[in-house]
């Protein structure tokens, strides 16, 4: 099975932009989450959908928003981008909910200039 | 709110020999999940080793062992027969029982691991 696929890999921006990042889950999975990672403050949790419903929501502003499909492939997007946001962004999927693995992409590397 | 606290933040060891990489967590839950991740240069997260915290058997995965102490709270990783390859960041996370809204991973903040030649 091909693994979690997220694009871009790269990203460059500048101030007040907005971005959205995709992620595509492994097939058969049908959770997704995301999570920013920065050297300051680690690795925190963005989001989770399930059946194209956010089912948890991180402790981050209302700019950070997402969504799912009915493919599960899944986006999030970033509007009024500011210098703070730069963090490799990662995406993991899960076959469900409760206790499942998660799985990770890539990631998405943001560097907003 | 869960908190894993990974109190080393560096380690090195030499090719072939054998390190242990602490991590302690605090929860009021019963039954969880425990797992370490690796993220090499690449940055790609890669799954480690998952435990369950119902079970009393330590999880294995060939090279890779946990010390799991549930009552100490206490999640260690043991990687016998280091490989260059092993050279990555590890971060021990934890994941609450699932009540119908909740299957996030709250992570340590990791520790980096250089393997020796």
């Known amino acids: 099975k091909a693994g979690v696929t997220q694009t871009p890999r790269y990203l460059i921006k500048t101030r007040g932009q907005q971005v959205t990042l995709s992620c595509s889950p492994i097939?058969?999975?049908?959770?997704v989450s995301w999570y920013q990672q920065t050297p300051g403050q680690g690795l925190q949790f963005l989001f989770e959908?399930?059946?194209?419903?956010?089912?948890n929501k991180g402790n981050f502003p209302g700019r950070f928003s997402g969504r799912q499909f009915s493919n599960s492939r899944s986006e999030m997007n970033v509007s009024t981008l500011e210098l703070g946001d730069s963090a490799l962004y990662l995406c993991?999927?899960?076959f469900g909910q409760g206790g499942q693995t998660q799985y990770f992409g890539p990631g998405t590397r943001l560097l907003v200039l | 709110a869960q908190t894993v606290t990974q109190s080393q933040p560096e380690m090195s060891v030499q090719e072939a020999e054998t390190v242990t990489l602490s991590c302690t967590y605090d929860?009021?839950?019963?039954?969880?999940?425990l797992f370490w991740y690796k993220q090499p240069p690449s940055r790609q997260m890669i799954l480690v080793i998952r435990?369950?915290?119902?079970?009393?058997q330590n999880a294995t995965e060939n090279r890779f062992s946990v010390n799991f102490q549930k009552a100490a709270k206490s999640f260690s990783l043991k990687i016998s027969d280091s490989q260059l390859g092993d050279t990555a960041m590890y971060f021990c996370?934890?994941?609450?029982?699932?009540?119908?809204?909740?299957?996030?991973?709250?992570f340590g903040k990791g520790i980096t691991l250089s393997v020796r030649p």
């Open positions: 993991a999927s899960s």
């Open positions: 097939s058969g999975h049908r959770s």
């Open positions: 959908y399930f059946s194209e419903t956010q089912r």
């Open positions: 929860t009021s839950e019963s039954n969880y999940y």
């Open positions: 435990q369950e915290a119902y079970k009393q």
């Open positions: 996370a934890f994941m609450k029982p699932y009540t119908g809204a909740n299957s996030k991973l709250t």
